[in-house]
């Protein structure tokens, strides 16, 4: 942003939000500003960088009113259009205020205090609406489109219809009414120093609100309403000079008054006490404009309510850091803590849901602590308090870090219980009271697992397992489940272990982590467990296997401490890193972190509790996160997406000095470029400001990419580098922080046109002149063969069959690819007044195509007769050159391998069907193998042994003869057996084409 100041607010049709600043005016798209201020060198420029207000029309326009003109910005062309009146057109300064429109279109705009209708834009003719000394500092319009303006000391009510002044009232200049609204119930207000006045129409006057008195009991014009907003919730947020008020309404008629202020000691709060403007975007965030800093508060976080040791009522913790959490039957919560002792917590009444009333916090009749300090009845063995468990008596019993203990409720007293018969301190992690038999009670820690009996008061021998355990569950047969840091064990009454469930590497179907933090049975019987580092399992007893959900799935963390089942039979789980809930049904995911109301969220391993309202309390190191799982919501907004800039060529492309754009990126539909254009990238952003590092994007280019790619907030790009000429589409779709999609996304077309020499007509040209100069080179050649066969009559009768074999190739080859060439020029010259300009392309194309692909027959061939012999080198080196050409742009490795030494040649007939047989093979491999790798090798120990070998899908069913069908494998077989060479082929891990060719010293 250009400065820090927030004067004005607004949000344009397309999600984009505009702060209006002393120093110009900022787009900003969830990451990034974008800053428009003036240029008195350039007339379309912002006419004054002090705004005022802003506001988007329902054409798309920005109305930006500034100290010095009203600007109309079109975001299309980026270009603002200037309305600076002069003395004979205006009376008073150029300074422009408020911009409103009514439902048919009609623009009201205030100027210097005084009421303008825009009438015609283009000429820029206003009309003046009131006659009145009075300068007007707002303007509202209600549902029936009346206009309701106001100053310090007058308010009236404008009949649009009539455009006649039908309400006049004097508001006395005592009040100083700085605020002027209409709520979402089409409730006008007016905001003074003694606080928030309603418009009664049956009185036909306003009327102050007394039970909104509270915030503004000081009576002073430092906390006089400056600002007020009305949210989608119901709530009033109301700015003052000295700080912001949340009025929020309840089921029961009261308020709940909630008040912000700057402090230097917390960085989220306010960064200025004066409240200049506020703002309800679509997704229903409120933006904050004060005097040094905007900020945006976000409803979501209301979901969790948190107490710790600095809470601002009279529930409070004795210590930040929680552990163990129970509620006895009395409806008292118990709060173990990690440094505190132990907190008794007594409501008036039942215990609370604390979505039925905002003020629930305040309904702690009283709160009591345990600790090492106590009086010598009441004292703790340990301020750490790791697990607290009520029995049905209401006696609470107190795992430390050093043993057992008992808060007997009805006698006021501590007892202690040490372990029998050692010295060794018993950390106690786990505490379950026997579902069966409810006076024994099941303890877990560092010395395995014990029984102690509640009545008599005595740990019961012989009940032990000889292991760290964390925690203890019971199912429905009276099986106990325990974990710790040695996988999962089932245990019955007697001690008797049942079956012990490991991690295992070699098979997924084991436990993923052998550390077990949380067992939780559902009611389906499920066993779930939580691990450290291994995700959340779900265990079948019937089928004894595991269900495994981790990051992977969605899970917010590998490393799962505590699990809660709703009322719905959603698992919920507390991490290292937020909480996560699976609704098994679907088996979607969704995760909650700070940003959606949690105070912190590393929570705390054994600190999570459902009460039997249904709440859910989970602790972590700063204090009890409450919430309920049915109010606990997540963003549901579909943000729009849009490119936010095009890059060609390493440089911004905007419609003032690009060629090629007609608007702005955001409005872009179609793209064309010019050869000259290579390097295109795109820029893109999700209108998604709740947790906008989160949202998620994909894209591709259809015609050219085969997959959606898919990048991160901090990846918001796609580049492209010589595109080939065609027509594409560049789409991007985007998520929101909450993983849910905008599947429509955005799409344009972009064309990219070929060079001159890709054209239909210079390729004509070319194909013309290439005929000829390929026809007077078969010519030549023919001519010199010609001559050539009469010298050599007297040759012996291998050169005459050698020449003989040579002829056939040329008209096999030559000779067919020529005739195809003039066939198509003929189809071409009859169709070119018949058909359009795209068939004529592609038959030109296929004659281009089949042009080269003569000429390289005729210089392969030309090169094997023009020596009567050639070294295998000679020959390897011809192979090397043609891959490293032909294999250009395939993601293809290949290889050349020589084995031996020989100082063996091969005869011109042998050379040029070897070479037909590796050209065949090659083009069978990228044709059809669908393979990564290549390799041709040469063995030259007494014959040559050629093999061309891939590593692709291979022939299935290959037997010892060729299969029907495979007409390139038959042509080679046929050329080898020419030259009297042995062929054969294999394929298993890919095809293996083997060639051994007989060779002498001195071949013909």
């Not at 912190?600 to 999570?608: A, G, R």
């Not at 993983?739 to 013309?768: C, D, H, R």
Request: proline share 3%.
């Amino acid at each position: 942003m250009p400065d820090a100041t927030g004067l004005t607010i607004s949000q344009d049709q397309e999600g984009f939000i505009w702060l209006g600043t002393q120093q110009g005016i900022s787009r900003y798209d969830g990451y990034s500003f974008k800053t428009y201020q003036h240029n008195p060198n350039n007339p379309n420029s912002l006419s004054n960088n002090y705004v005022n207000y802003v506001f988007s029309d329902k054409d798309g326009y920005i109305w930006v009113s500034t100290r010095n003109g009203l600007n109309r910005f079109d975001p299309k062309a980026e270009v603002f259009e200037r309305y600076i009146p002069d003395s004979t057109t205006m009376i008073g300064p150029n300074n422009f205020g408020q911009v409103h429109q009514n439902h048919t279109g009609d623009l009201y705009i205030l100027q210097a205090g005084k009421l303008l209708k825009l009438v015609n834009w283009e000429e820029r003719k206003f009309a003046k609406m009131v006659d009145s000394k009075e300068n007007f500092d707002h303007l509202i319009i209600d549902q029936e489109d009346n206009l309701w303006l106001s100053s310090r000391t007058l308010g009236i009510k404008l009949n649009n219809t009539q455009e006649q002044v039908v309400y006049n009232m004097n508001l006395g200049p005592q009040n100083l009414f700085n605020a002027f609204f209409i709520d979402r119930q089409h409730q006008i207000w007016l905001g003074s120093k003694d606080g928030l006045s309603k418009y009664n129409q049956r009185l036909d006057s306003f009327v102050l609100q007394k039970q909104l008195l509270l915030p503004f009991a000081k009576n002073s014009n430092q906390y006089a309403v400056t600002q007020v907003l009305h949210d989608k919730k119901g709530t009033y947020w109301i700015g003052t000079r000295r700080g912001l008020w949340r009025l929020i309404p309840s089921t029961d008629g009261t308020w709940q008054h909630l008040f912000y202020e700057h402090s230097s000691s917390n960085p989220e709060s306010l960064a200025d006490n004066n409240v200049i403007c506020m703002y309800e975007d679509l997704a229903g965030l409120i933006w904050i404009g004060t005097s040094t800093g905007i900020h945006f508060f976000d409803p979501l976080q209301d979901q969790v309510k948190s107490v710790n040791a600095q809470s601002n009522n009279s529930f409070k913790l004795t210590d930040n850091s929680t552990l163990g959490l129970c509620e006895d039957n009395l409806g008292q919560l118990w709060v173990g803590l990690y440094d505190g002792g132990l907190d008794k917590v007594s409501f008036n009444g039942q215990f609370p849901k604390f979505s039925d009333h905002p003020n629930w916090l305040k309904k702690v009749l009283e709160q009591q602590n345990l600790n090492i300090n106590s009086p010598a009845s009441k004292r703790l063995a340990s301020n750490r308090i790791l697990q607290v468990k009520s029995d049905k008596y209401n006696q609470i019993w107190i795992g430390t870090k050093t043993g057992l203990q008992l808060y007997d409720q009805e006698k006021d007293q501590v007892y202690s219980f040490p372990r029998p018969n050692t010295d060794i301190p018993h950390v106690i992690y786990a505490l379950h009271i026997d579902q069966q038999q409810d006076s024994i009670l099941w303890i877990g820690g560092t010395n395995g697992l014990s029984a102690f009996d509640t009545y008599h008061r005595k740990y019961i021998p012989n009940q032990q397992f000889p292991t760290d355990l964390l925690t203890i569950t019971e199912d429905s047969k009276g099986n106990f489940w325990l974990g710790g840091a040695q996988g999962l064990h089932c245990m019955d009454k007697n001690g008797q272990t049942l079956e012990t469930y490991q991690h295992s590497p070699s098979d997924s179907n084991t436990i993923s982590h052998n550390v077990l933090m949380d067992i939780h049975i559902d009611q389906a019987e499920n066993i779930w467990v939580g691990t450290l580092g291994g995700g959340l399992n779900c265990l079948n007893p019937l089928a004894k296997k595991f269900t495994h959900y981790t990051k992977a799935e969605g899970l917010s963390s590998d490393i799962v401490f505590g699990i809660l089942e709703d009322n719905h039979g959603h698992i919920w789980m507390s991490t290292n890193e937020g909480v996560s809930k699976l609704n098994i049904k679907t088996q979607q995911i969704n995760c909650f972190y700070k940003e959606d109301g949690f105070n912190y969220t590393d929570f705390t391993q054994l600190s999570f509790l459902k009460s039997s309202r249904g709440e859910f309390f989970l602790g972590t190191p700063k204090g009890l996160n409450i919430f309920h799982p049915d109010s606990l919501q997540y963003n549901q907004f579909i943000p729009k997406v849009y490119l936010t800039a095009i890059n060609i060529n390493y440089k911004e492309a905007i419609p003032s000095n690009s060629s090629i754009l007609s608007q702005t990126a955001p409005y872009i539909q179609q793209l064309t470029l010019t050869p000259t254009e290579k390097h295109i990238s795109f820029e893109f952003s999700a209108l998604n400001f709740r947790n906008s590092h989160k949202n998620q994007y994909k894209f591709r280019l259809k015609g050219y990419d085969e997959k959606w790619v898919y990048r991160t907030s901090k990846e918001r790009y796609a580049t492209y580098t010589n595109l080939p000429s065609g027509n594409y589409t560049f789409e991007v779709k985007a998520s929101n922080d909450n993983n849910i999609w905008n599947e429509q996304g955005l799409s344009i077309a972009i064309i990219v046109l070929p060079p001159f020499y890709k054209t239909w007509w210079f390729i004509s040209l070319m194909i013309m002149m290439g005929i000829g100069t390929v026809s007077s080179l078969i010519y030549w050649y023919n001519r010199r063969k010609y001559l050539k066969q009469i010298q050599a009559l007297e040759l012996q009768q291998k050169v005459q069959a050698e020449r003989e074999r040579i002829s056939r190739d040329l008209h096999d080859n030559v000779g067919a690819q020529l005739t195809n060439i003039a066939t198509n020029l003929d189809i071409v010259g009859y169709q070119i007044p018949k058909k359009d300009d795209e068939y004529i392309q592609n038959r030109i194309d296929k004659v281009s195509d089949n042009t080269r692909h003569t000429i390289q027959l005729l210089r392969d061939t030309i090169w094997a007769i023009n020596k009567n012999s050639f070294t295998i080198e000679e020959f390897a080196q011809k192979v090397r050159r043609y891959l490293q050409k032909y294999l250009e742009g395939y993601n293809l490795e290949w290889e050349i391998k020589t084995l031996g030494k020989s100082s063996s040649t091969l005869s011109p007939t042998q050379v040029l069907n070897i070479f037909r047989i590796t050209q065949e093979a090659v083009q069978n491999t990228i044709k059809y193998a669908n393979a990564q790798q290549l390799i041709i090798q040469f063995n030259t120990q007494q014959k040559l042994t050629l093999t061309i070998e891939d590593n692709g899908i291979g022939i299935d069913n290959l037997g010892t003869e060729i299969p029907e069908g495979h007409y390139g494998l038959q042509n080679m077989a046929h050329r080898a057996k020419e030259i009297g060479a042995q062929f054969s082929i294999s394929s298993t891990k890919g095809l293996c084409i083997q060639l051994v060719v007989p060779i002498t010293k001195n071949p013909l």
